[in-house]
């Protein structure tokens, strides 16, 4: 029997390259757009204060989705943008006019949303299966608000990676908490 990975073998690298693949991967599959990759930043594990999410502008309203991901490896991942960006995503996704979308109301935009979140997470997970880490994903969820912060409830073994991405000229954030070490 072949031995597997550790988690805390994984390189930041590995980790980066997977997820900015899966995030290319969904825009370019199921939303026929572009999205570029601008800079990522991590937070220090041993922080006590939550981070506040950036470069969403300040007092736009966001819309956030959320997947994670438990098993051999576990770790949540968050998707922010705001409600303008999501609903042309949401356009793009389902093949509509963005003026019907903003009447079908935001469960339209939810339901949109959550899906995407779902298949980046999805395509992120395959890539970990890959490596022998066998993980099931959680239902997606929807937040939505002016201004979100993300405080970790778990060990010091959490680190969490902000990846900042651009498409149609709007910031496009994800991050990544991941349980890193054994």
Do not use: W
């Amino acid at each position: 029997m072949a031995e597997t990975t550790k988690v805390s073998e994984i390189s930041d690298q590995a980790i980066k390259d997977m997820l900015i693949q899966s995030v290319e991967k969904v825009f370019s599959t199921m939303l026929s757009l572009s999205i570029s990759f601008k800079n990522f930043v991590v937070y220090p594990s041993d922080s006590q204060s939550p981070m506040p999410i950036s470069p969403i502008p300040e007092g736009r309203p966001i819309v956030a989705g959320s997947v994670g991901f438990i098993g051999s490896i576990n770790g949540v991942m968050y998707v922010y943008l705001d409600e303008d960006l999501a609903k042309r995503l949401t356009s793009s996704f389902l093949g509509m006019e963005l003026q019907s979308i903003e009447s079908e109301g935001p469960e339209t935009v939810n339901d949109a949303l959550g899906e995407i979140t779902n298949m980046t997470v999805g395509t992120f997970k395959n890539q970990l299966c890959d490596m022998g880490f066998n993980c099931r994903l959680t239902i997606p969820s929807i937040l939505r608000g002016n201004h979100f912060a993300i405080e970790s409830t778990f060990s010091s073994k959490i680190v969490r990676t902000s990846y900042r991405f651009e498409t149609l000229g709007t910031p496009y954030v994800v991050d990544l908490l991941m349980k890193r070490g054994d």
